[in-house]
């Protein structure tokens, strides 16, 4: 929060208390003033008690909306998200209630986080439900208009999540469609000469450069080859990837669990402050 939101709450909830306060003491005035009763009147102490009563409910009710004013400067705007930027939460679509947040650790690296985030509706905050140490493309990453066929970069934005698959079988509660098939099984080796077994295991397609609704496998890049494809959330093979995200093992197998496509899961996704 900012000095001057900070100051500008302290301030508001100051102006609210001196006004409750000054309430009080002008009703505390009217009880001790004299005041012509009827002789012989009964409960004319009682009656004098009522707006001081009703005075300290208004003073109370006062210094509670300052609160609730305070709170609501205070507001943070990011969110619950942190090392996004304005432009990228404004790209999160308003009906998403699960997001996978990757940060990465610098723009040409290809160390990262992965946190799954999820919220109770459009308007209410970002609240973290898991978080697992990620990488990405060996080269780091680029804007998705300047990424090219094997560049070795992941593209960076929000992109939805609708379609899975693996070479494994679908874990249990997995909710979205899933493509079982043998054809999981990547071929060569990593970047760094590393093996690749097991890398597709289990996979969730991010929609860059595909069709959506269809098996991962499928081949159809609808912008072109020139910007690659294939790009995959995927088990880690203890190396930088080509372009996809690598999580542990585990990790994918509780996302597969987790991510609902009634809740409109998408992936944002780039270097810290992207």
């Not at 709170?71 to 619950?80: F, I, L």
């Not at 679509?93 to 990262?112: C, F, H, I, M, Y």
């Not at 697992?132 to 090219?148: F, K, L, V």
């Not at 609808?222 to 999580?247: A, R, T, Y």
Request: charge should be neutral; aromatic fraction near 6%.
């Amino acid at each position: 929060m900012s000095q001057h939101v900070r100051a500008r709450s302290r301030t508001s909830k100051r102006v609210a208390v001196a006004a409750a306060l000054g309430l009080l003491a002008a009703t505390a005035a009217w009880v001790n003033a004299p005041h012509d009763k009827p002789d012989g009147a009964r409960g004319s102490r009682a009656l004098d008690d009522r707006p001081t009563a009703a005075a300290a409910s208004a003073a109370a009710a006062s210094v509670a909306a300052a609160d609730r004013a305070a709170a609501r400067t205070a507001r943070d705007p990011s969110q619950g998200l942190t090392g996004v930027s304005d432009e990228t939460l404004a790209r999160i679509p308003g009906n998403a209630r699960q997001l996978v947040l990757v940060t990465g650790k610098a723009e040409d690296s290809s160390e990262s986080t992965l946190t799954l985030y999820s919220r109770p509706g459009p308007g209410s905050d970002w609240a973290p439900d898991a978080s697992w140490p990620a990488r990405n493309g060996a080269h780091g990453w680029s804007p998705p208009a300047e990424r090219t066929q094997g560049d070795l970069t992941t593209p960076m934005g929000v992109f939805s999540l609708t379609d899975a698959g693996g070479l494994l079988p679908k874990p249990p509660g997995t909710k979205f469609p899933y493509d079982r098939s043998r054809l999981f099984v990547p071929s060569g080796q990593g970047v760094n000469g590393e093996s690749l077994a097991g890398a597709f295991d289990y996979v969730v397609a991010i929609d860059f450069n595909r069709e959506r609704g269809v098996s991962p496998l499928d081949p159809r890049q609808p912008d072109g080859e020139d910007k690659g494809g294939n790009i995959w959330l995927h088990v880690d093979h203890d190396g930088p990837s080509q372009g996809c995200v690598g999580i542990p093992k585990e990790a994918m197998k509780a996302l597969l669990q987790s991510l609902d496509p009634a809740a409109h899961p998408v992936i944002a996704m780039g270097p810290a402050g992207f």
